[in-house]
C-alpha cells in the first residue's frame, strides 16, 4: 500500500457550527504509523490537496491555531472533548500531547460530531461537501442573530457574556453582541515568557481590553495559577502532589501580596477607560474575601494618593467553584457584589472526579443530581441576597444545557464567543414560564438518565 492509502478525511468540524468564520490553513505533512494519520487539532480539516491526486506524497491541510496552555498538560488528557477545558471553549484550539493526537481519537475528541474516513470514496467527497454546504447555510442563519436580543418567547431578557483570552476574543465578543466580557483569564500574561509581567505592561493589556469592548462591562479574573504551571511564569512555587487542590487562585494571590498588589493596581489603572469588575478565582471562605477587598481599596487610595483620576472601587466578585464557597454562599453575601460559578472545578470537586482523566469516562459530568441541586442552591441564594449570579463554566456556552439552566434560574451565562450565537438561538426557543413550571420534576431526577430525558423533554429542538 502506498504512503498516502490511509489518509484520512474529516467530514465535519471539531466544534460546534457556529458564528465564527473558520480560520486560515497550513500544511502539514502526512505521517504513516501503521496507517495512522497524526493531525493537529483543528476546527476543520478541509479535503485531500493535489499532491495526493497527482501521487505525491501527500499533505493534508489544517486550519491554523493558537495553542491552549493548559490543554497542552494535565489540563486535558489525549481523548479528552475541547468542551472539558474551559480555556478553549470548545473550539478544539489546543494542543494534546504536545501538539498532536492520533487521528482514531478525533470521533472521541469530537463527541461524535466529527467522522474519520479512511481513502475516501466519490460518495463520501459528495456527502462532504454537502454537508459543508450545510455548515455554510448554518453560518449564513445565525450570522442574523448577532443584532438580536437574547429574549426567550415569553420576553424574558438573558444576557450572554464572552469568555476571552486574547483580543481577537475579545473582538468576537464584540462583534457578535456580548453585552460584555463575563470573564478574562488574566494567568495566560503570565505564562508568555519566563519574567513576571510589571504592572505597566498589565495596565497595557487590561486598559486594551476595556476600550474594545466599548462601555460593556469587563470581568477581569485575577491570577489563577497553580504550581502545575508556575514554573513557565517566572513564579517559583514548591512543587506539589496535588495542584489542583493546593496553592492557586486567591490562595496564591493572598500568599503573594507584591504580585497580587501590581495586578490589582493595573486593573484599577485600567477601570478609568470603562467599567469593569474583579473576579477572584478558589475562594473557599469569607475572610479570604475580606481581606482582597481591604487590599483592592488600599490600591485604590494609593492610587488617587498619587494623582490619578480614578472612577470608585469597581464592583468584587467570587468564583464559586470550590464546593464550601457554594454551601455557605450567605456567608460570602455581604463580601461580594457579585458571583460566577466556575461549573468545571465545581463538578470535579463535587464528583471527586478529576476532569482531566481519561480513565474515569463518563463519571466527570454535570449530569448529576447532586449538581443540578447544588446550582440550584447558588442561585436561589444569589436571588435570596440580591447577589448578581453568572455562570462562566462549559456548561454555560452547550445550549444541551441551556433549557436546564434557565429552568434553575440562570439569567447570565458566561460563555466562549463560538458558541454565542447557538446559545441565543436556543433562548429564543425557549419558554421560559414552561421551563420554570418544570424545575419541580428536574429537581426530583434521581439519575443521568433522568435528568437527560427532562432535558429532551424540555428542548424546543
Known amino acids: 500500500m502506498k504512503a498516502w492509502a490511509g489518509l484520512a478525511l474529516l467530514l465535519a468540524s471539531c466544534g460546534p457550527a457556529s458564528g465564527v468564520r473558520p480560520p486560515a490553513t497550513v500544511e502539514a505533512p502526512y505521517t504513516p504509523d501503521s496507517g495512522t494519520l497524526l493531525v493537529r487539532c483543528g ?79 466519490s460518495s463520501d467527497l459528495r456527502s462532504y461537501r454537502a454537508r459543508r454546504r450545510e455548515q455554510a447555510r448554518e453560518f449564513e442563519q445565525r450570522s442574523r442573530l448577532r443584532r438580536m436580543p437574547t429574549r426567550t418567547l415569553d420576553g424574558a431578557d438573558v444576557r450572554l457574556l464572552g469568555n476571552a483570552e486574547s483580543r481577537e476574543d475579545v473582538a468576537e465578543a464584540h462583534a ?85 498588589v501590581t495586578q490589582l493596581r493595573a486593573i484599577l489603572r485600567a477601570s478609568a477607560y470603562g467599567p469593569v469588575r474583579v473576579l477572584v478565582p478558589m475562594v ?45 454562599l450567605h456567608s460570602l453575601a455581604s463580601t461580594v457584589d457579585f458571583v460566577s460559578v466556575g461549573t468545571n472545578d465545581l463538578v470535579q470537586y463535587v464528583l471527586a472526579a478529576d476532569r482531566g482523566n481519561d480513565a474515569l469516562g463518563d463519571l466527570y459530568s454535570p449530569m448529576h443530581p447532586a449538581i443540578i441541586h447544588l446550582l440550584h442552591q447558588i442561585i436561589a441564594t444569589g436571588r435570596k441576597y440580591k447577589i448578581p449570579v453568572a455562570m462562566c463554566g462549559e456548561i454555560a456556552g452547550d445550549p444541551l444545557f441551556t433549557p436546564l439552566l434557565l429552568a434553575l434560574g440562570l439569567e447570565e451565562f458566561s460563555l466562549h464567543p463560538a458558541t454565542l450565537l447557538e446559545v441565543r438561538e436556543k433562548v429564543r426557543a425557549c419558554h421560559l414560564g414552561n421551563l420554570r413550571r418544570r424545575t419541580s420534576s428536574l429537581l426530583r431526577a434521581t439519575d443521568r438518565d433522568t435528568l437527560e430525558r427532562w432535558l429532551r423533554r424540555s428542548s424546543p429542538d
Not at 76 to 91: D, F, I, K, L, M
Not at 286 to 315: F, I, K, Q, S, T
Open 176 to 260: 457578535l453582541g456580548a453585552t460584555g466580557i463575563g470573564l478574562y483569564r488574566t494567568e495566560f500574561l503570565f505564562l508568555r515568557g519566563p519574567q513576571l509581567p510589571d504592572e505597566d505592561e498589565q495596565f497595557l493589556l487590561y486598559r486594551d481590553l476595556v476600550l474594545g469592548m466599548i462601555g460593556r462591562p469587563v470581568t477581569i479574573r485575577t491570577l489563577d495559577l497553580g504550581a502545575d504551571k508556575a514554573d513557565r511564569s517566572g513564579l517559583a512555587l514548591s512543587s506539589e502532589p496535588n495542584p489542583a487542590l493546593g496553592l492557586r487562585g486567591v490562595r496564591l494571590s493572598l500568599s503573594r501580596r507584591d504580585l497580587f
Open 43 to 121: 476546527r476543520f480539516i478541509d479535503g485531500l490537496s493535489d499532491d495526493v491526486r497527482s501521487g505525491v506524497e501527500p499533505t493534508i491541510k489544517i486550519p491554523k491555531m493558537r495553542a491552549c496552555e493548559t490543554c497542552s498538560g494535565s489540563g486535558a488528557a489525549p481523548g479528552t472533548r475541547p468542551e472539558s477545558c474551559q480555556h478553549c471553549g470548545g473550539q478544539g484550539q489546543m494542543v494534546f500531547q504536545q501538539g498532536f493526537f492520533r487521528v482514531n481519537r478525533v470521533c472521541e475528541i469530537c463527541n461524535g460530531s466529527g467522522e474519520i474516513i479512511r481513502e475516501p470514496t
Open 284 to 328: 473557599s471562605r469569607r475572610e479570604e474575601m475580606l481581606a482582597v477587598r481591604a487590599l483592592l481599596h488600599r490600591c485604590h487610595a494609593d492610587l488617587l494618593g498619587e494623582g490619578m483620576d480614578l472612577p470608585e472601587c469597581p464592583p468584587l466578585g467570587a468564583m464559586i467553584e470550590v464546593p464550601a464557597a457554594a454551601l455557605a
